[in-house]
């Protein structure tokens, strides 16, 4: 957990991000020097192209500190993903799914329950559920997704609950299952299961299962962030979301973490099984310290949409 002192500063690096041009991410983690990573942690300002001091109007200069907390430049560019893969029954954390209507393909996420009804689902990202400021509750879920089924007739497996409105900073929905149709708490052919949730901790070590990338890790360096991402091919806007940032796990060295398709998935601490966060973005070959993912919180995404992990 962040220091209050830190927090506040955080907040106030937030504000002075959005507000300038070119910055497309703000949050707390480890500082970059030459592409290599220091354990010297502070506020990271993130932005599409690193540019000299001297090439910089005096008003586009970042600080080098906030409140005596020190200030970093992390070149960094961020887009969504999805898209799917293969018919699974029961259900499994990883498996693709989309709305049939909209035609959106991602990855299914933690397995829930709604504490209105009692009823079982799931959660994934609105961009992979919904798709569309005009999607609205009832539409059909299918596993796998509509890109993903080819010729055959969708499977519908749940239909669209509730979502969270992106300008809270979220990027989240909830499917409920239809009769007939089960679900397991376990990463998709990995047998982890998952025993209650734990808040993102920098240097904290992940792995999640996507419907692309499938089974991969990482590390947390990033926390308490907030960063821009285009929604315009969903019908939206730009929109600032909060979460964490999570980079390649220097023990497991892979080349990619995440790719388009994985939206949604779970990243999972593996030594104490607890859900951490839930994907929800990645890099675009930009920067020097690519490869890097967006995730959200879990806890955050079970509290806005009044869920308990099942």
Known sequence: MLSQKTTTTLSKALRLGRARTGVVGVDYGFVYQHDERLKKRGIRFHVAQKLPLTELPPEHVLPSELDDVRCDVVEARYSLHGNPREQCDPLQLGVSVGNVQRFTTGTMGYCVRDRYSGRPGFVSNWH???????????????????????????????????????????????????????????????????????????????????????????LIDGVDGSYQ??????????????????VVDPAHPEPEISLAGDSGAAWVNPETRKAVAMHFGGEDGLGPTAEYALALPIRRVLELLDLELA
């Not at 569309?132 to 749940?158: L, V």
């Not at 979502?163 to 376990?186: I, K, M, R, W």
């Open 128 to 218: 992979v559920l919904c798709g569309s400021p005009d999607a609205r509750a009832s539409e059909p879920i299918s596993q796998p997704g509509p890109m993903h089924q080819g010729t055959s007739p969708a499977r519908i497996a749940a239909t669209v609950e509730r979502f969270t409105a992106l300008d809270v900073g979220c990027d989240a929905a909830l499917a409920l299952l239809v009769p007939g149709v089960e679900q397991g708490q376990s990463l998709f052919e990995n047998g982890l299961g998952i025993s209650g949730s734990e808040l993102p901790r920098l240097g904290t070590h992940l792995l999640k299962f996507g419907a692309t990338s499938l089974l991969t890790h990482g």
């Open 229 to 246: 991402v285009d929604y315009s091919a969903f019908g939206d806007t730009k929109r600032w979301i909060d979460g964490i940032r999570i």
